[in-house]
């Protein structure tokens, strides 16, 4: 049982490209997130879903696309890398966000650090 | 907007001790769910304990506590006995809509 992987767990990129980190859960997992980590301002949540065919915007989406074709893939998008999008990038997943006993309680990945120099 | 806020950056206290973090929230529900998750330098999100609005009771698991104040929207966490693994970041979490939003985080020292 892997629980959510994260690839690639390191990248650098130049201003202007693009690139895909990806995210993969094998517990049946409904909902899934992207956070991104900077000193100081904690983790900031870029995208959600709460079911394959289902996304939605979090607090920074802006230079970020994702979409949830299944229910074990997550895929998180930069169009054109910034040196702004340098960060440590979480995927998360959960049965259900709230409702149950285990409410709030996300899966973390093991991180991806992107540098866009 | 929902808002959480940790204003402690950073603490550090000798091993036994014990140590209070601080958080407070901003929210116009009546119900909702509150967290603290701890990040060792491992980086590995893990979830510490967990409290339920409605609930007057204050949540323990075992060495970990919050101190619950629902009028105040503060929610602060106490680590009793604390250990050298307990050394991390410690963020609050808050349940807006679909969404679980962090605090700044609060970087813990342990000493021996």
């Known amino acids: 049982n892997a629980g959510v992987t994260q690839t690639p767990k390191f990248q650098v990129l130049k201003t202007g490209q693009s690139m895909t980190l990806q995210c993969a859960q094998d517990?049946?997992?409904?909902?899934m997130s992207w956070y991104r980590q900077d000193p100081g301002m904690g983790l900031r949540l870029i995208h959600y879903?709460?079911?394959?065919?289902?996304?939605d915007q979090g607090e920074v989406p802006n230079g970020y696309n994702v979409s949830r074709s299944t229910t074990e893939d997550f895929p998180l998008r930069l169009l054109s890398a910034a040196p702004s999008q340098t960060s440590v990038y979480f995927c998360a997943s959960s049965y259900f966000l709230a409702g149950g006993p285990r409410t709030g309680e996300l899966f973390f990945g093991e991180g991806s650090r992107l540098t866009v120099l | 907007a929902q808002t959480v806020t940790q204003s402690q950056p950073e603490m550090s206290v000798q091993e036994a001790e014990t140590v209070t973090l601080s958080c407070t929230y901003d929210t116009s529900e009546n119900n909702y769910y509150l967290f603290w998750y701890k990040q060792p330098p491992s980086r590995q999100m893990i979830l510490v304990i967990r409290q339920e609005a409605y609930k007057q009771q204050n949540a323990t698991e075992n060495r970990f506590s919050v101190n619950f104040q629902k009028a105040a929207k503060s929610f602060s966490l106490k680590i009793s006995d604390s250990q050298l693994g307990d050394t991390a970041m410690y963020f609050c979490a808050f349940i807006e809509a679909q969404k679980l939003v962090f605090g700044q985080g609060t970087r813990l020292t342990i000493n021996p």
């Open positions: 517990m049946n997992h409904e909902y």
């Open positions: 879903s709460v079911g394959a065919g289902i996304t």
